[in-house]
């Protein structure tokens, strides 16, 4: 059976809080960061451990009535209001209700019981399963249910996007304990003072671990510290301390130990859930996180033996043929090698796509239509990498990608579209095979006929360009291009005097246009998508242009445009003012 993933969802939403930038906001104004770190950090859970077996633990009760009739400081510190006892910040709390939805959505069980912390049911799952047990989490004090003979673990988030795995056997290398049980006690001895536990004055984890490595158990240290013994590290000072401080080490352990017991009321062997389409759109609705939820949604899809689908969804046009699938909908590579698809584009450059396929008399507007978008490191196309790419078909026929650039993501870029460096390195295919894969969707549109949309497309084909020259020299971009529409260019042609920005944000709200979660790829390449639809429609000249000449006109459209915003620029006193006329590519 697959293992066995229990989430740490506080822990994690807290982290993903502070590191995730919180300029990410929904429709609302809401930051939505939190959502977003915690379902790519879901996502990238499944996609480890190759399981759908996900439950999401949480705190019913973050300072549970039973440990602070124990230890009253406990946890004390972090309470914010202490008229209602929590220590969430209100930015944070907000979040929470919409996360709770797509997990739920998702088919993903969110488990808490009155009363207890989310490690109380993580420790009762791992003492009911019949399976291994990974738990995922950032704190240190669940080390201790870490056990061999049931096989549980535990996964951290570390710096720079990697992840610590921790059974019983790394534990002695770690920290220098042989099992959990001595854990928890090397903790109390160590303390903790944001949980509020006291620890022993003066006995750090090193210390704590020889002490236990040399009399076997913290009882067994406290009894040769009254017995006066002053070897394996116990000196007459610390053997003073350690039986000053004799119950509030007992009164810690006993603290951080977890409940086994409690009634959950999920039943692990039913796990994953029914994945309900309707609800995660609802629930995704105006959120602004739709690449997070395409990305949950597609590990869940590829790791579950469970059918993914209760709710009803509408389907793509009966004329619509699936876009070209050398890849699947994660990023990874797929059918083709990076090699493999490199080496037959290298083929089909040739005299096999010297022309295009289909009726190229016929207008361009009823033509198969793909949206394209591409989300990158900066905005200078020469030196910009791929981080996301997105064909578009409909809103239900969408091929996506998730690369590792090979280099930093700047602050300014993760700030646009959420993803950080750490998220691309963990999750992201190798930049070379993504570009090798583009380039193969790219070269089997044209096969087709099909007319290729995006806006200011200049840019991402420029990108295109400089990375394919990077990665895939061998492949002529300029040969696989199909016929591209360019609704930048063709907005400005439609409504020249219309004022304010082109952004594709602002133009698709002058054509009625729904942006759902901009600066995502795939919503991005659908906007341009449905903007160009509804430019056909305004304009019956432009519509009726064929492939050849839609691509003829947009190549003058786009040079008169940039002649007219540089004679602009000079009257207005930038003399040296130059604007790039080049289309489609610089």
């Not at 220590?87 to 709390?93: F, H, M, N, T, V």
């Not at 005299?351 to 591409?374: I, N, Y």
């Not at 786009?558 to 040296?576: C, P």
Request: overall charge negative; some cysteine; aromatic content about 4%.
């Amino acid at each position: 059976m697959k293992p066995l993933v229990l989430i740490d969802t506080p822990a994690l939403y807290y982290r993903a809080f502070y590191s995730v930038p919180d300029s990410i906001v929904n429709d609302d104004g809401q930051p939505v960061n939190a959502v977003r770190g915690v379902l790519d950090a879901t996502a990238q859970m499944i996609r480890r451990f190759d399981s759908a077996r996900v439950v999401a633990t949480m705190d019913a009760d973050w300072r549970p009535a039973f440990r602070t009739a124990i230890l009253p400081e406990y946890k004390a510190a972090r309470v914010k209001d202490e008229e209602a006892g929590t220590e969430i910040p209100p930015d944070l709390a907000v979040q929470l209700p919409i996360m709770r939805r797509v997990l739920a959505a998702a088919g993903i069980p969110i488990a808490e019981v009155d009363g207890t912390e989310a490690d109380d049911v993580i420790a009762t799952m791992a003492a009911q399963s019949q399976s291994p047990v990974v738990i995922v989490s950032p704190d240190r004090d669940l080390l201790a249910l870490i056990d061999a003979d049931t096989d549980v673990s535990v996964l951290r988030p570390r710096k720079g996007g990697e992840w610590e795995a921790i059974a019983q056997s790394d534990l002695t290398a770690a920290y220098g304990v042989p099992d959990g049980t001595r854990y928890r006690e090397l903790a109390a001895l160590r303390g903790d003072p944001s949980d509020g536990l006291p620890g022993a004055p003066g006995i750090g984890e090193k210390t704590a671990a020889t002490l236990l490595e040399n009399f076997g158990s913290l009882e067994s240290v406290i009894k040769a510290a009254k017995a006066g013994v002053k070897t394996g590290g116990l000196s007459p000072k610390r053997a003073n301390t350690l039986i000053e401080y004799e119950e509030a080490l007992h009164k810690t352990v006993e603290v951080m130990r977890c409940l086994t017991d409690v009634a959950h009321g999920i039943d692990l062997e039913s796990i994953p859930g029914q994945l309900d389409r309707r609800a995660l759109e609802d629930a995704a609705q105006g959120q602004n996180i739709r690449r997070s939820v395409d990305n949950l949604v597609a590990a869940l899809e590829a790791a579950s033996t469970t059918p993914a689908s209760t709710g009803p969804r509408q389907a793509p046009p009966q004329s619509a043929a699936p876009i070209p699938n050398r890849h699947n909908s994660t990023g990874r590579a797929g059918d083709a090698s990076a090699g493999q698809a490199g080496d037959a584009l290298a083929g089909q450059a040739g005299d096999a796509l010297a022309g295009q396929a289909g009726d190229t008399s016929a207008p361009w507007s009823q033509a198969r239509l793909v949206g394209f978008d591409l989300e990158t490191t900066g905005v200078d196309p020469a030196t910009a990498r791929i981080v996301t790419a997105a064909f578009v078909e409909s809103a239900d026929n969408t091929r996506t990608w998730l690369a590792d650039p090979g280099v930093e993501i700047p602050e300014s870029a993760r700030a646009v579209h959420g993803i950080t460096t750490e998220f691309a390195r963990a999750n992201g295919a190798p930049a070379s095979e993504v570009v090798a894969q583009l380039c193969a969707v790219l070269a089997d549109l044209r096969t087709e006929g099909a007319v290729l949309v995006g806006h200011n497309i200049v840019y991402d084909l420029s990108v295109m360009a400089a990375e394919v020259r990077r990665h895939q020299p061998h492949i002529d971009l300029a040969a696989i291009i199909p016929t591209i529409v360019d609704t930048f260019v063709l907005d400005k042609q439609a409504d020249r005097f219309r004022r304010g920005k082109r952004t594709l944000t602002a133009t698709a709200a002058a054509w009625k246009v729904e942006l759902l979660d901009a600066h995502d790829a795939a919503a991005d390449a659908l906007a341009a998508l449905d903007i160009s639809r509804a430019l056909a429609v305004s304009s019956k000249e432009i519509a009726r242009l064929t492939r050849d000449e839609v691509m003829s006109a947009q190549g003058e459209w786009k040079r008169a445009q940039a002649a007219d915003l540089q004679a602009f620029l000079r009257s207005k006193g930038n003399t040296d003012a130059v604007v790039d006329g080049s289309w489609p590519m610089s």
